[in-house]
C-alpha cells in the first residue's frame, strides 16, 4: 500500500485526516501512534517520521509530509476527490483557505487550550486544576466558538460555503474536542449545533468512528474529578516544590 498515516485519534487533526481518507476511499495503511506512551518522541519516530515529533504524517511513496493542513490539500491534489473538497475554482478554493488560515490562533488554538487546563494539565503537573486559567481558557473558547455561530454560519450551512470542504471536517473535529471535558460547544449555539449535525451526516460512519475516544473520555471523567479532589487534599497537607 502506498500511503501511510501516523496518526493517533486523540489527535484532532489525526481525526480529520482519517476521516478525510476513509469518506474519499483513498487506500491507506494506518500506523497507530501511542501518544500515551510516548512513542512520538522516540528517536526512531523522530529519525524516521517526523523530527518534530508529532501526529499526523502521511508517507506516500516515500515523501513525507506533516502539518494536517499541508497533508490535505496535497491529498485532494493528488487524488481523484470530490471538487467541493477543495474546489479549483480559485474564489470558492479561497474560502476554503480564509477558514483554514483563520482556525491556527482561533478553533484549534482555543478549544485545544481549554481541554489541556481542564485535563492535561492536572494530570502531566499532578497538581490540581488552576480554576484561573480554565475560566480564562474558557472565556477565549466561547468567544470562537460564538465567532463561529455568528460569523461563518451567519448565513451559509457550512464554514466555507454551501457545501462541505476540508475546512469542515478540520473545524469540527477541533469544536468536538471540549466535549471530552463535559462541555457541549453547541449548547445556545444552534446554528452551530446544526452545523456539526450536517458534518457528522455527511461523514458518518466514520465521523462516529473516529469520535468514539471522546464518549470514552466523557463516561470516565467521575475518576478524573475524584483524581482533582485528591490533588486538592494532598497539596494541602503537603505543598507542591515551587
Known amino acids: 500500500m ?11 487533526p489525526s481525526r480529520a485526516l482519517y476521516i478525510f481518507l476513509k469518506k474519499t476511499n483513498i487506500n491507506f495503511e494506518a500506523k497507530n501512534v501511542n501518544l500515551a506512551r510516548g512513542e512520538q518522541h522516540s528517536k ?3 529519525t524516521k517520521v517526523n523530527a518534530f515529533g508529532l501526529v499526523p504524517v502521511i508517507d506516500h511513496n516515500g515523501f513525507k509530509l506533516t502539518e494536517s493542513i499541508a497533508i490535505l490539500r496535497y491529498l485532494c ?21 480564509e477558514y ?21 494539565l ?22 470562537t466558538l460564538d465567532k463561529i455561530e455568528n460569523i461563518w454560519l451567519k448565513d451559509r450551512p457550512f464554514l466555507a460555503g454551501d457545501k462541505i470542504s476540508i475546512a ?22 444552534p446554528k452551530l449545533a446544526a452545523w456539526l449535525g450536517r458534518v457528522r451526516a455527511e461523514l458518518n460512519p466514520h465521523y462516529d468512528e473516529a469520535h468514539q475516544i471522546i464518549g470514552t473520555f466523557n463516561r470516565y471523567m467521575f475518576l478524573f474529578d475524584a483524581y482533582c479532589v485528591w490533588l486538592r487534599v494532598k497539596n494541602f497537607f503537603i ?3 515551587a
Request: charged share 30%; hydrophobic share 35%.
Open 122 to 143: 492536572p494530570i502531566l503537573s499532578g497538581r490540581p486544576p488552576n480554576e484561573e486559567m480554565i475560566e480564562k481558557r474558557l472565556k477565549l473558547m466561547n468567544e
Open 239 to 241: 505543598p507542591p516544590k
Open 77 to 97: 491534489r493528488e487524488n481523484d476527490v470530490a471538487d467541493h473538497w477543495y474546489p479549483e475554482d480559485r474564489k470558492l478554493q479561497a474560502r476554503v483557505d
Open 44 to 46: 526512531e519516530y523522530k
Open 2 to 12: 502506498a500511503l501511510k498515516l501516523y496518526y493517533n485519534l486523540m489527535s484532532q
Open 168 to 189: 469542515d471536517i478540520l473545524g469540527a473535529c477541533e469544536v468536538e474536542q471540549p466535549r471530552m471535558v463535559g462541555h457541549d460547544p453547541g449548547a445556545n449555539r
Open 100 to 120: 483554514l488560515e483563520w482556525q491556527h490562533i482561533n478553533t484549534r488554538a482555543n478549544c485545544f487550550l481549554y481541554f489541556r487546563a481542564k485535563l492535561l
